[in-house]
Each structure stands twice: as C-alpha cells, then as structure tokens.
C-alpha cells in the first residue's frame, strides 16, 4: 500500500461549542477505526468509505484550514490512487487531482513546511494529475518542486532522483524539452555521486535520445544513444535489457540516417545478446509503414518472408490479401524492414517464412 500520513490530533486551547465538541468526538472515533481497518483490512474499499466520511466532518470539526484537514484529504487522495491502479478509473483519477490540488491549498494558506514530505506528496500529486495541467503550469509546478529540494538538505543521488521523476512526468505531459532538461540536470547530480558510468546516467541517456531522436536531430541522438550504450555494456547484467532497446532504437536511427550497414551491426548484437531466440512471429526493429493507395477502402495484407544474417528481409511475397490495390506498397514497404536475425547453437541463422500481418485502416 501507499504510505498516507500518520494523524496526530492537534491540542485544541480556544473554547469550543457543543456541536463542534460532538463533531470532534465523532472525528476521532472514525480516525480509530480508519486506522484499525488500514491496519487489518485486505479489502481497501471499507478504508475508503471512512475516509470518505473523515474529509467530511473534518471542516465542521476542526474547520476548512487545518492540518487535520489536509491530513485526511491527503489520505483520501492516496487511497483513491491505489484504487485506480486495479481499475484504471477516469473518474476516480479526476477526483483524486481535485483533492490533491485541495490538499495543498490547505497546506499553503496554513504555511507549512515545505519539507521532504512536502517534496514526496507534490510528486505524488503531478503524477497523479499530469493529464489535467496546462503547459505552463506543469513546467512551473516542476521547477518550483526542484528549487524547494534543492533547499532541502538531499544527498545528490536523491535531488538525481527527484529530478528524473520530474523528466518523466513533464515528457507524459509533453512538455520534452522541460524533460529534457530534468534529465540533463538529473544527471548532473547522479555524477556527482556516482561518477560517468552509472546505469542511471546510462537511463537519461537514453531517454534524452529519444526526444532528440523524435525532434530529427539525429547526429546528437547518435551520440547520446552509444554513450547510454556503452554505459549498459558497462554494467553488465542489469544493464543488458537496456542496451538491447538501445540496439533496437539505433537500427531505425541509422535506417533513417540512410546508413544500413550500421543499422546491421545492431541488429545482429540484438540477435546475439537477447536472452532467447525469436519464433517466426518477430517483430520488426525498424518498419517503414506502407504508403496508402488510392482508395476509400480498407483491408490487409499477409505476407511471407525470410530474414537473413543481417537483419534484411528476403523472398518476399504474398500469402494472402483483401485486395491487390494494397500488395505493391506492402511488398515495398516490407522490404526494407529490419529484424534481428535468429541464433541457432550460437551462430546467426537465416529465419525462413517468417510472416507479418499489415492492416489499412482509415483514421477516422
């Protein structure tokens, strides 16, 4: 489970009414049993329900601005996240941001410390709500989370982490260059603590080129790919899963620079260091997507094919199709496919009648 905020009830010194007596009698004795069933219950729909009822008697308790408040919003927020993460429920995440934006009003207008749990809940916030945030405001909600740690006394290695948490949730909110930027920061302090050649150096890396590789800018994704690469190579084992993504990404890299033969060097060290052999269904690691032909039709292609020790196609040809208006450009298309070859016994093979499936569909 997330970990939520432990409660402690404030000492209250003003005097209190009779109703607001009766309210805070009735807060504290659903704490206890919210407690007891977070403690003991397997089933967190029971939990939701006293929390539901916590976050509304807590403004007639203790009032709208209280540290108690925001507590049981924060809960409440927290509990709904790992709901959604069995049910993957649009509205349960659009209540979710709501109470989290809540949450932090509280905390403002109350002026609390913006400390380690501070920087923690706000990250947990804009991953939560990053679909829901405008351009601007997602960047600035962002830096304003990495200067409030950077006042904060983190070793490098967790201002690293923060900020690479940063990256991701600003590239799901498209903002790359903002991602970018985080990354680059992020490695700047993975350096200072780890030096050069860390697997989570080779991570942002990776994740850089990307953006670069999406922007066109190709030579410097060439340089950003191999350095991550030879970071992977670096770390051995935990690094072996990477390293063949960053395989796969070269090959379309250099099928786009219009260098095959570099392209081939990667899709052979696919084959090589990829802990199985791939069945006659392999996926290509680069497709160039067929050309739609002149018609308001839909349909498929099947089509049969070889793939040699360099990752090309061969022997090309028709199985089966909806149409012929569509055979030309799949035959064209398939073509210039690359895969990484077979292995066999520790040695690259031809993979013979391998088959791939192309569908034309109109957006609609």
């Known amino acids: 489970m997330l970990t939520r905020i432990i409660f402690i009830l404030s000492l209250l010194i003003t005097p209190v009414f009779a109703d607001e007596v009766a309210d805070k009698a009735e807060f504290k004795k659903l704490y206890a049993e919210f407690n007891e069933l977070y403690s003991s219950s397997e089933d967190i729909d029971p939990i939701i329900e006293v929390a539901e009822k916590l976050i509304k008697i807590a403004p007639k308790a203790y009032g709208k601005n209280h540290m108690n408040t925001a507590v049981v919003t924060y809960n409440l927020a927290s509990l709904y996240i790992e709901k959604d993460l069995e049910q993957h429920n649009v509205e349960l995440e659009n209540q979710t941001t709501i109470l989290l934006e809540k949450y932090f009003k509280i905390l403002d207008r109350i002026d609390a410390p913006k400390n380690r749990t501070y920087v923690n809940q706000f990250l947990v916030y804009l991953k939560a709500s990053v679909?829901?945030?405008?351009?601007?405001?997602?960047?600035?909600?962002?830096?304003?989370?990495?200067?409030?740690?950077?006042?904060?006394?983190?070793?490098?290695?967790?201002?690293?982490k923060i900020e690479n948490s940063l990256a991701h949730i600003l590239f799901k909110n498209r903002q790359y260059q903002e991602a970018k930027d985080f990354h680059e920061d992020s490695n700047l302090n993975y350096e200072k603590a780890y030096g050069e050649n860390h697997f989570k150096i080779g991570e942002n890396l990776f994740s850089i080129a990307k953006i670069d590789m999406g922007w066109n800018k190709r030579e410097l994704a060439e340089k950003e790919f191999l350095k991550a690469l030879d970071i992977f190579e670096k770390n051995g084992e935990l690094g072996n899963t990477l390293a063949q993504s960053t395989h796969a990404f070269l090959v379309a890299l250099y099928e786009e620079m219009g260098n095959p033969d570099a392209a081939t060097k990667h899709c052979q060290a696919v084959a090589i260091e990829r802990p199985k052999d791939f069945d006659k269904e392999i996926d290509p690691l680069y497709?160039?997507?067929?050309?739609?032909?002149?018609?308001?039709?839909?349909?498929?292609v099947l089509v049969e094919f070889n793939v040699d020790t360099n990752g090309n196609t061969q022997d090309v040809k028709i199985l089966e199709s909806s149409a012929a208006i569509f055979e030309k450009n799949s035959l064209e298309a398939i073509s210039k496919w690359r895969y990484a070859p077979s292995v066999q016994n520790g040695e690259l093979i031809i993979t013979e009648n391998a088959k791939a499936r192309i569908e034309y569909r109109r957006s609609r």
């Open 131 to 160: 679909d829901d945030h405008v351009e601007e405001s997602i960047k600035s909600e962002a830096r304003k989370i990495q200067k409030i740690a950077k006042e904060l006394d983190y070793e490098p290695q967790e201002l690293a």
């Open 287 to 300: 497709r160039k997507l067929p050309d739609y032909p002149s018609t308001r039709r839909e349909g498929y």
